[in-house]
Protein backbone atom coordinates (compact mmCIF):
# COMPACT_ATOMS: atom_id res chain seq x y z
CA UNK A 1 0.00 0.00 0.00
CA UNK A 2 3.10 2.41 0.84
CA UNK A 3 4.38 1.89 -2.56
CA UNK A 4 1.12 2.14 -4.51
CA UNK A 5 0.92 5.81 -2.22
CA UNK A 6 4.52 6.91 -2.89
CA UNK A 7 3.25 5.70 -7.33
CA UNK A 8 0.23 7.45 -7.44
CA UNK A 9 2.08 11.13 -5.54
CA UNK A 10 5.00 11.46 -7.54
CA UNK A 11 5.65 8.06 -9.58
CA UNK A 12 8.13 6.83 -6.76
CA UNK A 13 10.20 10.48 -6.99
CA UNK A 14 10.48 10.87 -10.53
CA UNK A 15 7.57 12.97 -11.48
CA UNK A 16 7.24 16.48 -9.44
CA UNK A 17 4.75 17.58 -11.53
CA UNK A 18 2.93 15.03 -10.44
CA UNK A 19 3.45 15.92 -6.67
CA UNK A 20 2.62 19.15 -7.82
CA UNK A 21 -0.73 18.30 -8.66
CA UNK A 22 -1.37 15.95 -6.48
CA UNK A 23 -0.91 18.98 -3.82
CA UNK A 24 -3.36 21.24 -5.78
CA UNK A 25 -6.01 18.54 -5.82
CA UNK A 26 -5.82 17.92 -2.33
CA UNK A 27 -5.30 21.37 -1.45
CA UNK A 28 -8.54 22.37 -3.39
CA UNK A 29 -10.63 19.72 -1.32
CA UNK A 30 -9.31 20.77 1.82
CA UNK A 31 -9.84 24.52 1.04
CA UNK A 32 -13.46 23.46 0.29
CA UNK A 33 -14.27 21.57 3.39
CA UNK A 34 -12.46 24.28 5.64
CA UNK A 35 -14.77 26.68 3.82
CA UNK A 36 -17.70 24.76 5.01
CA UNK A 37 -16.38 25.02 8.12
CA UNK A 38 -17.42 28.85 8.28
CA UNK A 39 -20.87 29.38 9.39
CA UNK A 40 -21.32 32.81 8.07
CA UNK A 41 -20.15 31.33 4.65
CA UNK A 42 -22.61 28.58 5.01
CA UNK A 43 -25.48 30.76 5.36
CA UNK A 44 -24.11 32.05 1.74
CA UNK A 45 -24.17 29.00 -0.21
CA UNK A 46 -27.49 27.95 0.94
CA UNK A 47 -29.03 31.52 -0.46
CA UNK A 48 -26.89 30.32 -3.45
CA UNK A 49 -27.89 26.79 -3.43
CA UNK A 50 -31.86 28.54 -3.11
CA UNK A 51 -31.38 30.63 -6.38
CA UNK A 52 -29.42 28.35 -8.46
CA UNK A 53 -32.37 25.93 -10.64
CA UNK A 54 -31.69 22.47 -11.41
CA UNK A 55 -28.63 23.21 -13.99
CA UNK A 56 -26.32 23.75 -11.28
CA UNK A 57 -26.86 20.73 -9.49
CA UNK A 58 -26.68 18.64 -12.48
CA UNK A 59 -23.19 20.26 -13.18
CA UNK A 60 -22.20 19.68 -9.25
CA UNK A 61 -23.56 15.84 -9.74
CA UNK A 62 -21.81 15.29 -12.86
CA UNK A 63 -18.45 16.84 -11.22
CA UNK A 64 -18.82 14.71 -8.13
CA UNK A 65 -19.02 11.78 -10.99
CA UNK A 66 -16.49 12.56 -12.82
CA UNK A 67 -14.00 13.13 -9.91
CA UNK A 68 -14.71 10.16 -7.98
CA UNK A 69 -13.87 7.96 -11.81
CA UNK A 70 -11.05 10.14 -12.01
CA UNK A 71 -9.55 8.78 -8.93
CA UNK A 72 -10.97 5.72 -9.51
CA UNK A 73 -8.91 5.68 -12.36
CA UNK A 74 -5.62 6.74 -10.74
CA UNK A 75 -6.08 4.64 -7.92
CA UNK A 76 -6.31 1.36 -10.11
CA UNK A 77 -5.12 2.27 -13.22
CA UNK A 78 -0.96 3.31 -14.19
CA UNK A 79 -2.01 7.02 -13.09
CA UNK A 80 -1.24 9.51 -16.03
CA UNK A 81 -0.43 13.55 -15.30
CA UNK A 82 -3.56 14.11 -17.58
CA UNK A 83 -5.86 12.45 -14.66
CA UNK A 84 -4.81 14.95 -12.84
CA UNK A 85 -4.75 18.24 -14.82
CA UNK A 86 -8.14 17.05 -15.26
CA UNK A 87 -9.31 16.96 -11.63
CA UNK A 88 -7.63 20.27 -11.05
CA UNK A 89 -9.09 21.61 -14.10
CA UNK A 90 -12.96 20.25 -12.75
CA UNK A 91 -11.75 21.86 -9.13
CA UNK A 92 -10.88 25.24 -9.61
CA UNK A 93 -13.79 26.55 -11.19
CA UNK A 94 -16.04 24.96 -8.25
CA UNK A 95 -13.77 26.23 -5.49
CA UNK A 96 -13.75 29.69 -6.99
CA UNK A 97 -17.37 29.60 -7.83
CA UNK A 98 -18.20 28.42 -3.94
CA UNK A 99 -15.61 30.32 -2.13
CA UNK A 100 -15.06 33.43 -4.54
CA UNK A 101 -11.66 33.23 -3.36
CA UNK A 102 -9.90 35.07 -6.23
CA UNK A 103 -6.12 35.24 -4.55
CA UNK A 104 -6.02 32.38 -3.17
CA UNK A 105 -5.79 32.89 0.54
CA UNK A 106 -7.91 30.45 1.91
CA UNK A 107 -5.73 27.77 -0.48
CA UNK A 108 -2.70 29.15 0.81
CA UNK A 109 -3.68 28.77 4.27
CA UNK A 110 -4.71 25.48 3.76
CA UNK A 111 -1.75 23.88 1.81
CA UNK A 112 0.56 25.18 4.50
CA UNK A 113 0.94 22.83 7.03
CA UNK A 114 2.49 24.71 9.78
CA UNK A 115 -0.43 27.49 9.73
CA UNK A 116 -2.11 25.93 12.93
CA UNK A 117 1.28 26.45 14.74
CA UNK A 118 1.35 30.32 13.51
CA UNK A 119 -2.35 30.95 13.48
CA UNK A 120 -3.45 29.89 16.53
CA UNK A 121 -6.88 28.07 14.96
CA UNK A 122 -8.21 24.93 16.40
CA UNK A 123 -8.15 21.79 13.88
CA UNK A 124 -10.53 18.61 13.81
CA UNK A 125 -9.73 15.46 12.60
CA UNK A 126 -10.50 15.54 9.16
CA UNK A 127 -8.48 18.96 8.93
CA UNK A 128 -5.37 17.13 10.44
CA UNK A 129 -5.50 14.29 8.31
CA UNK A 130 -5.46 16.84 4.96
CA UNK A 131 -2.37 18.76 6.53
CA UNK A 132 -0.79 15.38 6.86
CA UNK A 133 -1.58 14.07 4.12
CA UNK A 134 -0.43 17.63 2.45
CA UNK A 135 2.57 17.38 4.54
CA UNK A 136 3.45 14.01 2.66
CA UNK A 137 2.92 15.90 -0.78
CA UNK A 138 5.19 18.38 -0.25
CA UNK A 139 8.05 16.57 1.16
CA UNK A 140 7.32 13.96 -2.15
CA UNK A 141 7.58 17.26 -4.36
CA UNK A 142 10.83 18.32 -2.89
CA UNK A 143 12.76 15.02 -3.20
CA UNK A 144 11.13 15.04 -6.54
CA UNK A 145 12.43 17.64 -7.60
CA UNK A 146 16.52 16.61 -5.58
CA UNK A 147 15.92 13.38 -7.67
CA UNK A 148 15.33 15.27 -11.36
CA UNK A 149 17.92 17.77 -10.59
CA UNK A 150 21.21 15.65 -9.57
CA UNK A 151 23.79 15.65 -11.73
CA UNK A 152 24.52 12.15 -12.97
Known sequence: MIFKIHGISSNHSQSW????LCILIVGLISS???????????????????????????FLLGTFIILSVSFFIAAVVKVNRAVYVFIVSSLLPIYLYTT????????????NPFTVMTSGD????IQLLFKIIIAFLIYQFIISIRQNTRRK
Open 17 to 20: ITAF
Open 32 to 58: LYDYSLFTEHNVIIDKIALNMNYKYYI
Open 100 to 111: HDIKFVLFTNTV
Open 122 to 125: TLDV
